[in-house]
């Protein structure tokens, strides 16, 4: 919401709003000009004496939202924020990054190698640039960026000329209902690119190849990018070897063999570069020009982000909500753990469980996925847009992680929380918070009290 605010004022238009609670990004937009309020109440929706001509709201709004029913009441315009995305991207040469999974980082790596190029593309991310701190923009080039959400379905709205399809396994089913309605989505979406329009998918993952096989049928242009691609226009992984915090890749396109340098860790994010790296071949970019982009990508907030170091100890950020993500991020930071005093750094994780519904439905593969860890601890379930379950907690997730006893914890109290996690970190070891929710809030705490501050 607050990307779509960003463009917006940047072309002109009068933008007011509210939030929850004040900010950076509340500060921000009322900086660029904007009238944010702190609070929901119906009064908040005239401007001036004015009723807007427009109310843009996201799902996670509920229709109990003062300003949403007071909106509706009067009768005015409402619009979901993909509809209203959708229409700032007309007019665009449109890139589009879908997936379970990878979605913004992926989006993230195709904006930077864009601006590497000098294409200045428009830009709207679910995450801030750790370069510039911002997710959104209005650029004076003709690309426009967009990370498209599958999670309510809304990602329809959009018609692209350019698609990447990371990977596709089942998530939001709160919303779909189930898996094959969940990978229906995906189809219909791809059912909506404009002709003439390529799509870029990972080849090693099953669901996304399944969405290809769907396009290529209905005479849509593919090209893949992973270890099993092998098209002329596909981009084939070679190799990847971890290289410090980051890592180096080689792969083959157009018949040659390139070498790229990354500054993020994991296999995940090579991928999701040869993805990145195809979507810019495809808008006309040179190759060059796109690996260089690519190589200076300093990564985006809240994935895998790099919040201090004291005593020996490295405290990370990460926003994985689902098990896959979750798995992807573990074994980059064990890939990434430094060798000290002759031992390689633990991996200790504070994970906060993202809605009830996913922590019922995915408890068993949580659980899996946090074994990757030498220490997990788990806090209560952060509820978001539900209400609690009866009987769904972070019990759930503890018991299916299959570590020797005593490495696997229920967190205490949110205040206890980082004395708890810095009790148990050494010299070497990685802490990474992670989670959807406000787990990231932890991160400076954690590093207050491994400096002794909490005393």
């Not at 949403?68 to 924020?81: I, Y």
């Amino acid at each position: 919401m607050s990307g779509i605010a960003r463009i917006l004022l940047a072309r002109g238009v009068t933008v007011s709003g509210s939030d929850a609670r004040e900010s950076r990004t509340v500060t921000a937009l009322r900086a660029l000009g904007a009238r944010v309020e702190v609070g929901h109440d119906a009064a908040h929706l005239q401007v001036a004496g004015e009723d807007p001509p427009v109310v843009v709201v996201s799902t996670a709004i509920r229709d109990t939202n003062p300003e949403l029913a007071e909106a509706r009441a009067r009768g005015l315009d409402v619009v979901h924020r993909a509809t209203a995305l959708a229409a700032l991207t007309e007019g665009r040469q449109l890139i589009t990054v879908a997936g379970t999974h990878g979605k913004t980082s992926t989006t993230s790596m195709v904006t930077v190698a864009l601006q590497h190029a000098g294409a200045d593309p428009s830009f709207a991310i679910g995450g801030d640039l750790s370069v510039s701190g911002s997710g959104a923009h209005h650029g004076s080039g003709d690309v426009f960026v967009v990370e498209a959400d599958e999670s309510d379905g809304s990602f329809t709205a959009f018609a692209p000329s350019i698609a990447i399809v990371t990977n596709v396994e089942p998530d939001h089913l709160d919303h779909h209902g189930d898996e094959a309605a969940y990978r229906a989505v995906f189809e219909r979406f791809l059912d909506r690119l404009v002709p003439g329009a390529t799509l870029i998918t990972c080849a090693d993952d099953p669901g996304a190849e399944d969405v290809a096989v769907h396009a290529e049928r209905a005479g849509t242009a593919v090209w893949r990018y992973g270890r099993t691609a092998t098209g002329a226009r596909d981009a084939r992984l070679l190799q990847f070897a971890p290289d410090g915090t980051g890592s180096r890749i080689r792969f083959r396109w157009d018949g040659t063999e390139h070498e790229l340098v990354l500054a993020v860790p994991g296999e995940h994010m090579a991928l999701n570069a040869l993805g990145a790296f195809l979507a810019g071949i495809a808008a006309g970019q040179d190759a060059t020009l796109m690996l260089e982009g690519l190589a200076g990508f300093g990564g985006v907030q809240r994935r895998f982000e790099f919040k201090g170091r004291v005593r020996g100890v490295s405290v990370y950020d990460d926003y994985a909500h689902h098990p896959t993500e979750v798995a992807a991020t573990l074994r980059a930071a064990r890939e990434a753990a430094p060798v000290v005093h002759g031992r390689r750094g633990r991996v200790l994780v504070a994970f906060q469980p993202h809605l009830y519904s996913r922590t019922r439905l995915f408890a068993r593969e949580f659980g899996a996925s946090l074994s990757l860890a030498d220490e997990v601890m788990v806090l209560d379930v952060y509820g978001a847009r539900e209400d609690p379950e009866p009987g769904v907690g972070p019990t759930m997730i503890t018991d299916e992680v299959r570590l020797p006893a005593g490495r696997v914890h229920r967190a205490p109290s949110w205040e206890q929380t980082p004395a708890a996690i810095a009790a148990l970190a050494a010299d070497g070891d990685t802490v990474i918070t992670m989670g959807a929710g406000d787990v990231t809030a932890l991160g400076p705490e954690i590093l207050r009290e491994l400096a002794g501050g909490g005393d």
